[in-house]
């Protein structure tokens, strides 16, 4: 019994390292082959959003969603978990236009002016249909005695993979210039 408890062991300190390693893997691959995303931050006095080492974010498609029957159906048959279909500006600046389910993405292509984000929804009034988009990422981490810097943090930069994943990989100014010094 000893020789198999042992076993387990090994293969779920295996497995977890495995699944760390795929996790980060993905992560880069997303930082180096997704489109690029600007999403506005919400407006927000910068010094209550500074603790510390991090920022706390929210961002202007963060909002009540006025939703139809259809929107309605999407939300409830993803548990919450939709597709957000973001416009895209010259700038490549997003505006929340649409949800789509999930499994929906492949079915219908949008060009290039749009991309699909994932986000959460949560039922923000009942009566009216009303739900509030939500975006995972909700901070950012920045090196010590830099927050001046980020007081001009005017959006968030993304990188989107194809199926709607994304990390945010810095903050921009109004002009869209990363506020992070390259090394």
Known sequence: MNKISNWVLVLTAVL??????????????????????????????????????????GFAIEKRYDSTPEDQEVIQNGHGNVLAVISLDDKRIGTLTGLLAPNRRQQQPHGDDTLELQV??????????????????????????????????????????????YVLVDLADEHLRPLTPKP
């Not at 506005?40 to 991090?54: I, K, N, T, W």
Request: charged share 25%.
């Open 16 to 57: 977890a390292l495995v699944y760390v390693n795929l996790n980060t893997w993905q992560r880069q691959q997303i930082k180096l082959r997704g489109e690029i995303l600007f999403l506005e931050l919400a407006p927000v006095d910068p010094l209550s959003l500074v603790q510390g080492q991090y920022m706390r974010l």
């Open 120 to 165: 959460h929804t949560r039922l923000f009034d009942f009566d009216t249909g009303s739900y509030w988009i939500h975006i995972k990422q909700n901070s950012f981490l920045f090196q010590e005695n830099t927050e001046d810097r980020y007081a001009l943090a005017k959006y968030g930069m993304f990188r989107v993979h194809e199926d709607g994943r």
